[in-house]
């Protein structure tokens, strides 16, 4: 049960967050302002950490050795993806 709620509230996630690079893409090439390029690569980073987490527990099935690398790699993608976020708040003009 646990596997299957991680499983949908990561695919809401994923939704949300290629949503939301959708529309910083469109807001770039409306704008040409490059904070809203930074702001969709900080949230594909943010959504391909937490895509590639999801897989390969359920390819790990849960369990081995590997589960702390895929913690790891879950929050460096998700920790560069927020920076990326937040340094396009920054240099937004």
Do not use: C, P
Not at 5 to 11: D, F, K
């Amino acid at each position: 049960m646990v596997e299957v709620l991680y499983a949908v509230t990561t695919l809401v996630f994923v939704v949300a967050g290629l949503t939301m690079v959708g529309m910083a893409v469109r807001a770039y090439v409306q704008t040409a302002r490059r904070a809203m390029l930074h702001l969709s690569v900080g949230f594909s980073l943010a959504v391909a950490g937490a895509a590639a987490t999801m897989i390969s527990a359920f390819l790990l099935n849960f369990s081995g050795s590997y589960l702390e690398s895929l913690l790891l790699v879950n929050s460096g993608f998700t920790t560069f993806g927020f920076l990326f976020v937040m340094y396009s708040l920054v240099t937004y003009e």
